[in-house]
């Protein structure tokens, strides 16, 4: 049976990082294996790419839309050659921190790259994996900026293009509302995890239920 694949999303400052931790220890708790990765990252070549999306440098080193979207596919493709699908065939559970909703947000509506040509490359990129369940942390972005505390080349970017980042992300949520939940990421962190746990919760007893299915099917 096919694992479940579990992303966690959201402009930055929204309590991503947080998220995902305490879901990654709630699972195991349960005595689920779970796999924990986020993007863009996740592989040494992954790294690497990470390194030149974000670390802060000179303006002259700020990549074109479409140079930066493809170095996140390259990051991606490998991610999910290397971690997501093989965990997934050997039927774990794949946290992820960001994954292909942040291209779409923040390249499409952030940066005005044509929606419909992101997803194509990222289908190739991604051989058609996507998450079972997407967390979107959705908090005003000028909160969230204020929150952090290490910049990167994002955080730099003026508060309209954040919010057309959020704007793009509630987008998503409401043309995918079965895989997509929005949590109010202005709430305390309290309620923000016993809602993103309640959502998980949900997610993993029905792939529960259909793993036990196949194996009751004749």
Not at 13 to 18: C, D, L, P
Not at 51 to 65: A, F, G, N, V, Y
Not at 138 to 150: C, F, M, T, V
């Amino acid at each position: 049976m096919r694992g479940l694949f579990i992303s966690v999303e959201g402009v930055e400052g929204s309590g991503k990082t947080t998220v995902v931790k305490a879901l990654a220890d709630w699972i195991s708790q349960n005595e689920l294996e779970v796999i924990v990765t986020a993007e863009p990252g996740g592989t040494d070549l992954g790294e690497r790419i990470r390194q030149l999306l974000l670390d802060p440098h000179p303006s002259s080193l700020i990549p074109h839309p479409l140079s930066e979207a493809f170095l996140f596919f390259a990051d991606r493709a490998d991610h999910v050659a290397k971690v997501i699908r093989p965990a997934l065939e050997q039927g774990k559970i794949v946290l992820c921190d960001r994954f292909a909703d942040s291209t779409f947000a923040y390249q499409s509506f952030g940066l005005g790259l044509s929606l419909g040509l992101l997803k194509g490359l990222n289908g190739i990129a991604t051989g058609g994996v996507m998450p079972d369940l997407t967390l979107l942390l959705d908090i005003d972005p000028e909160i969230g900026l204020q929150r952090i505390q290490k910049k990167t080349v994002f955080e730099r970017y003026p508060l309209p293009f954040h919010q057309r980042v959020r704007w793009g992300y509630l987008w998503l949520a409401k043309h995918e509302p079965n895989r997509i939940k929005v949590i109010d990421a202005g709430q305390t962190m309290g309620a923000v995890l016993a809602q993103a746990k309640t959502l998980a919760e949900e997610a993993i007893a029905s792939w529960r239920f259909q793993a036990s299915s196949a194996t009751n099917t004749p």
